[in-house]
C-alpha cells in the first residue's frame, strides 16, 4: 500500500527496505488475523510479545550485543509505520522499543542494561513508562509518586494513570522523586521488576474512546520495595534531564504513527470510492470527492516528506526538541483533519465500527493528547521564536 508514490526517502538503506518487506508480511500473517479478536476482547495476547520478539520486530534499534537488532530509529520507524498502515494503532510495542529501551541503553549502569534489554527484545519483559499521575500529566514536576532511601534500597509509594502496556508490563519505569524538596532536580527514573513485587498492583485496564485494544492502565505502588539497583543510571535527581533528553524521540515516534494512520486513512478511503456507488454514478466521479482527496493526497505528501526530513536529522542526532515538537503537534493536528474528511467519504459506514476507518478516526484523538499535549508542543516550540 503506498498512496503517495514517493520517491524512497535518502535515510531509507536497503537493509530497511528488506525489513520494511519483512515485517510488511509478518503483520499481514500472524498479526492481522487477529485483531477482530483483539477488539472484541479489548487486549491483544500476552505471547503476541514474544511472537514480536521472535520476528526480530522489538528493540530493532538496540545494539546486538544486548539482544537487539542493532540497527537505529530508522529500523524503529520503518516497523512502527508497517504497524499503522496495517491498522495496528493501538500496539505498546513502538513504545516498549522506542522509549523504554532507549532510556535503558542511554542512562543505564552495564549491569542494568545487560539484565533488561535483552529480555525487552525478546518480549519475555513487557516494557512501560509511568509519569502520569491522577493528578498531573503535563506538568511533570508536580509528580508525587516518591522512591524514599530505605536500607540499602528504595521503598516506592504512589500511583499512575493513563499507562500504555498497563496490564502486560513487567518492566516499568517509573518517575518519582528521591528527593520531593529539590523540585525537578529531586526526581529520578526507577526501575520497577513487577514479577512478584509486593505492594504492586495493576488497576482497571481503562475504557476508552479509541485504541480499543490498548491495555492503558491505572498502577499502584504501595511500599514496593526497591534494590539499589533500580535507580535508573548512578545517581538520584537525574530524571527530569533523562525525560527532556528523551523526549524528542517519544514524539517522533508519534508523528511516525500519526503519519502511518493517515496513509491508512487514504489507501481505505480511495478503495471505498472507487466501489461505492450512488446516483448512477462511482463516489470518485462526484468532483468534490476528487477534490477533497486531492487536498488530502497533497497534505499527506506534505505530512510525510516532514516526517521524512525529521527522521534523517534524528538518526544523525541532529533533530532538536523545537523540530520534534512541531513535527509531534502538526503531524497529529493533520491525522485529525484529514481522518475526518475521509470518514465523510465513506457515509454511514464510516459511522460504523466494523469499517476500519471509524477506528482510525477515533484512535487519531489521542494522539493530539499523550506524548505531550500539542498544547506543550506549541509552548516549547514558542520558546524559539
Ligand atoms: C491512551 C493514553 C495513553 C497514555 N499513555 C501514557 C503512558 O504510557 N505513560 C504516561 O506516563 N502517560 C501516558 N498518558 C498520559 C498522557 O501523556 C497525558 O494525558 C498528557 O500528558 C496530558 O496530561 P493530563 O491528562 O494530566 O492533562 P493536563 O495536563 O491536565 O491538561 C489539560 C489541558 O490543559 C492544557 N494545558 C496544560 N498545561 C498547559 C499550559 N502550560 N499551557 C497551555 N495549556 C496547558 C493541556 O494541553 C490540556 O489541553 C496516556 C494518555 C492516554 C489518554
Known amino acids: 500500500m503506498d498512496v503517495l508514490n514517493l520517491p524512497r526517502p535518502s535515510w531509507m538503506s536497503e537493509d530497511l527496505v528488506l525489513l520494511e518487506e519483512q515485517s510488511r508480511r509478518f503483520i499481514a500473517s500472524e498479526l492481522v488475523p487477529h485483531i ?15 511472537e514480536l520478539g521472535e520476528a526480530g520486530l522489538l528493540c530493532a534499534g538496540i545494539p546486538e550485543q544486548y539482544g537487539g537488532a542493532g540497527g537505529t530509529f530508522a529500523h524503529e520507524a520503518v516497523i512502527n509505520r508497517e504497524f499503522t498502515l496495517a491498522g495496528l494503532d493501538s500496539l505498546g510495542a513502538p513504545l516498549h522499543s522506542g522509549i523504554v ?18 529480555k525487552l527484545a525478546t518480549g519475555e519483559l513487557v516494557g512501560a513508562i509511568a509519569m502520569t ?40 519505569i517509573v518517575v518519582a522523586k528521591t528527593d520531593p524538596a529539590a523540585g525537578a532536580k529531586g526526581t529520578s527514573l526507577m526501575v520497577v521488576e513487577t514479577d512478584g ?44 534531564v533523562q525525560l527532556m533528553q528523551e523526549l524528542p524521540q517519544e514524539r517522533l515516534i508519534v508523528a511516525t504513527g500519526a503519519v502511518g494512520m493517515i496513509e491508512h486513512a487514504l489507501a481505505l478511503t480511495i478503495d471505498y470510492v472507487k466501489t461505492r456507488q450512488a446516483f448512477g454514478k462511482k463516489i470518485i466521479e462526484f468532483q468534490n470527492t476528487q477534490f477533497v482527496l486531492a487536498e488530502c493526497k497533497s497534505e499527506a505528501t506534505v505530512a510525510r516528506v516532514f516526517l521524512d526530513h525529521c527522521i534523517e536529522r534524528h538518526v544523525k542526532g541532529e533533530l532538536d526538541t523545537v523540530t520534534a515538537s512541531m513535527a509531534k503537534y502538526w503531524l497529529t493536528d493533520e491525522l485529525g483533519r484529514i481522518v475526518d474528511r475521509c470518514l465523510q467519504l465513506f457515509g454511514g459506514y464510516g459511522f460504523m465500527d466494523e469499517y476500519p476507518i471509524s ?21 516549547l516550540i514558542a520558546r524559539s521564536l
Not at 477482530?36 to 514474544?50: A, I, L, S, T, Y
Not at 491505572?218 to 538520584?236: C, I, N, S, Y
Request: hydrophobic share 35%.
Open 36 to 50: 477482530e479478536r483483539w477488539h472484541e476482547q479489548g487486549m491483544m495476547d500476552r505471547k503476541v510479545w514474544n
Open 101 to 118: 529501551a532507549p532510556y535503558i541503553l542511554k542512562y543505564g549502569t552495564e549491569e542494568q542494561k545487560k539484565r533488561w534489554l535483552p
Open 133 to 172: 499521575e491522577p493528578g498531573t500529566g503535563s506538568d511533570l514536576q508536580g509528580v508525587k509518586t516518591n522512591a524514599k532511601k530505605s536500607g540499602n534500597g528504595y521503598v516506592l509509594n504512589g500511583s499512575k494513570t493513563f499507562i500504555t502496556n498497563g496490564q502486560h508490563a513487567n518492566l516499568i
Open 197 to 240: 513485587a509486593e505492594g504492586f498492583r495493576r488497576g482497571r485496564k481503562l475504557k476508552k474512546l479509541g485504541m480499543d485494544w490498548a491495555d492503558t492502565s491505572e498502577l499502584f505502588f504501595e511500599d514496593v520495595k526497591l534494590p539499589a539497583e533500580a535507580l535508573l543510571g548512578e545517581r538520584e535527581g537525574e530524571g527530569f
Open 359 to 379: 477506528r482510525i478516526y477515533r484512535d487519531a484523538r489521542v494522539m493530539r493528547i499523550y506524548a505531550g499535549t500539542n498544547e506543550i508542543m506549541k509552548l
